[in-house]
């Protein structure tokens, strides 16, 4: 097993049961493997913690410059942008999992960061679709908001998010919200 089957196995654990579940011992054995194969990777389950924050934080700056290089047009930017970050289930889950562990100063950092890169990638968005830079401010923190409130009633209380006939059209309601 290498570092980064040890980091991915951990990154589910965690977009399942948040930080809180990340245990050496429920770990390798979801691995199938011997807990002594984690030490030969990381010194105790902080310095994996730390590990898995900094492969996290890699994995969305990835996602972030594919995003930007595979699109030409704002509009489509944008809402490709808000709705592969509300329906990638991985992603949402782990970035709420950070939004509860805000204590943790290592674990708020990159919690922050990632808050900034989807309001830098929203305002962006807005400024390329002719907004002025204090109005595209404004509606970044609005976007991202309406995300963040949207990913927490996906996953706290699916039942009372309105169903639309489906989730396409839940998102076609609300890139309505997001447009200029």
């Given at each position: 097993m290498?570092?980064?089957?040890w980091?991915?196995?951990?990154?589910?654990?965690?977009?399942?049961?948040?930080?809180?579940?990340l245990?050496?011992?429920?770990?390798?054995?979801?691995?199938?493997?011997?807990?002594?194969?984690?030490?030969?990777?990381?010194?105790?389950?902080?310095?994996?913690l730390?590990?898995?924050?900094?492969?996290?934080?890699s994995?969305?700056?990835?996602?972030?410059?594919?995003?930007?290089?595979?699109?030409?047009?704002?509009?489509?930017?944008?809402?490709?942008?808000?709705?592969?970050?509300?329906?990638?289930?991985?992603?949402?889950?782990?970035?709420l999992?950070?939004?509860?562990?805000?204590?943790?100063?290592?674990?708020?950092?990159?919690?922050?960061?990632?808050?900034?890169?989807?309001?830098?990638?929203f305002?962006?968005?807005?400024?390329?679709?002719?907004?002025?830079?204090?109005?595209?401010?404004?509606?970044?923190i609005?976007?991202?908001?309406?995300?963040?409130?949207?990913?927490?009633s996906?996953?706290?209380?699916?039942?009372?998010?309105?169903?639309?006939?489906g989730?396409?059209?839940?998102?076609?309601?609300?890139?309505?919200?997001?447009?200029?």
């Open positions: 290498t570092e980064e089957d980091l991915d196995a951990a990154l589910q654990v965690v977009a399942e049961g948040g930080l809180k579940a245990a050496i011992e429920p770990l390798a054995k979801r691995m199938g493997i011997s807990k002594g194969s984690f030490y030969w990777h990381f010194k105790n389950r902080r310095a994996l730390l590990e898995l924050l900094k492969f996290w934080d994995i969305e700056i990835d996602f972030q410059e594919r995003l930007l290089a595979e699109s030409n047009d704002p509009e489509t930017f944008l809402i490709s942008t808000f709705t592969l970050l509300v329906e990638d289930d991985t992603n949402k889950c782990i970035f999992a950070l939004s509860n562990e805000l204590k943790d100063a290592e674990v708020r950092a990159v919690y922050e960061k990632a808050v900034d890169r989807r309001i830098k990638l305002h962006d968005a807005y400024v390329a679709l002719g907004m002025d830079k204090k109005q595209s401010a404004q509606k970044a609005i976007t991202f908001n309406l995300y963040l409130g949207l990913i927490k996906l996953l706290d209380t699916p039942e009372k998010v309105p169903k639309l006939n989730k396409s059209k839940l998102m076609i309601a609300v890139t309505k919200l997001i447009l200029p």
